[in-house]
């Protein structure tokens, strides 16, 4: 007796229909007319079966902070560093119960959508100490069973401004914490100076002090040109070759690479590619290049020529319906779709390296163990309601079953009627 047969499905892989077993969490057996006894049967029809998605970047502790009855902006976009001020004003009047209310429902919404792990950026600063950790904690704790939640200490205070900083965020390093952050933009002092290459430094050295992953927000604005020199994921990639933390380093947005001269960039990737940093990009095109007048610019990083080079490249929901964005819904097949737009990443081939970053690549980047479909992964995946990965991108298919650790955590159904026409 199994726990769970799934019959007559497809994979990325699979030239004809296959069955899985799953038993205690994980796959045991998978080819064609498995017979076993199972506690639990999927008729899969000839759809697709793929490992579940996994969100590499969502600031998990702001989420839903919005009205969820008129999801929007609340008020006028003013700039970028605007709406930080928002957030820091609003975060104000957050409480452990809220953050832990809108974060439960953001990882139910998340399941439903077919992710089974996410990493979340979590505010650690001197004004909230560690509240937003605390709740984070918890909310891993009571949501187990449907995620694995890897917290990331995200310095929305900066790291460099106050000496208490470096003992505070060992503090949280301690106390649940499982990846370092950095965001060398938002460390600005008194004269609205930046001193990117101190912020990572600092980041790198508690990284590598407590033998965890660094998670940095890097090169997020968008300048006429750039030299390699002034590109802080340059710096960033160089020093984690001198501190030998190679594959252990994220670099998310990148966003100012697109804006240096195509031999500088093709440098810059050289180099990010030698550090074997993992590159999350963001979709959300929105935010970025609003005063641009003439060939607006939306603040995509250089997606295709960072894979084409070999780079770990993944993409991620990042801010959803907060101060920040005040849009998404959890779910990485719709920043797929979004992501295929803005890349100009359309052929099969391209649309199948999509499913790819935010499945395979992503969860290489949080270093999940028994990941995929082979016999012994833990049995964490989703079964679309069509037989490829680019028919799942391009239609935005239901996510029919969603099964993480072999039990059956969400099923969907999309149903509509409409007129009959005369012959």
């Known amino acids: 007796m199994i726990d769970l ?30 017979n076993y006894r199972s506690t639990a049967l999927i008729e899969g029809d000839g759809n697709l079966l793929h490992p579940c998605f ?66 979340a950026q979590c505010h650690v600063d001197r004004e909230i100490g560690l509240k937003h950790l605390e709740s984070l904690v918890h909310v891993r704790e009571i949501c187990s069973e449907l995620m694995t939640l890897q917290i990331v200490a995200f310095p929305q205070q900066v790291l460099t401004n106050h000496p208490d900083n470096y003992t505070l965020f060992q ?50 604005a968008i300048p006429p040109s ?37 031999d500088i960039a093709q440098k810059a990737i050289e180099i990010i590619h030698d550090a074997r940093l993992h590159v999350v990009c963001q979709p959300d095109l929105y935010r970025l290049g609003r005063e641009d007048e003439q060939n607006v610019r939306r603040g995509l990083t250089r997606v295709k020529e960072l894979l084409n080079r070999g780079v770990n490249v993944t993409y991620a929901s990042n801010n959803v319906r907060d101060a920040l964005r005040p849009t998404g819904n959890f779910d990485l097949l719709e920043e797929g779709l979004i992501l295929a737009y803005g890349a100009h990443m359309d052929t099969v081939e391209e649309l199948n390296t999509i499913m790819k970053m935010s499945t395979y690549n992503s969860a ?60």
Do not use: W
């Open 5 to 34: 047969l799934v019959r007559n499905i497809q994979t990325e892989k699979s030239s004809s229909t296959i069955d899985i077993a799953v038993k205690g969490g994980a796959i045991i057996d998978r080819g064609k007319g498995l």
């Open 226 to 262: 750039i030299t390699l020199d002034e590109l802080e994921t340059v710096y960033l990639a160089r020093r984690v070759i001198e501190y030998n933390y190679e594959n252990r380093v994220a670099a998310g947005h990148v966003s100012a690479l697109g804006c240096a001269s195509p």
């Open 171 to 220: 503090e949280a390093l301690r106390n649940g914490v499982d990846v370092m952050g950095a965001a060398p933009n938002l460390d600005r002092d008194q004269h609205g100076k930046t001193d990117f290459r101190a912020h990572i430094d600092m980041g790198l050295v508690l990284a590598v002090a407590a033998d965890v992953d660094l998670d940095v927000h890097v090169d997020l």
């Open 54 to 119: 996994v969100e590499s970047h969502l600031h998990l502790d702001i989420a839903l902070m919005n009205d969820p009855q008129t999801p929007g902006r609340p008020e006028p976009y003013l700039s970028h560093y605007g709406l930080g001020v928002s957030l820091e004003k609003r975060r104000r009047t957050f409480t452990q119960e809220d953050i832990e209310n809108r974060a439960v429902t953001a990882i139910k919404s998340a399941s439903r959508h077919g992710i089974t792990a996410i990493r």
């Open 364 to 423: 290489r980047m949080l270093g999940l163990q028994n990941y995929g479909l082979e016999i012994g992964c833990d049995a964490d995946f989703v079964i679309f309601d069509c037989q490829t990965p680019s028919a799942a991108i391009v239609g935005q298919v239901e996510k029919l079953y969603v099964v993480r650790k072999g039990k059956i955590v969400a099923e969907n159904r999309r149903f509509s009627t409409g007129v009959e026409l005369s012959k």
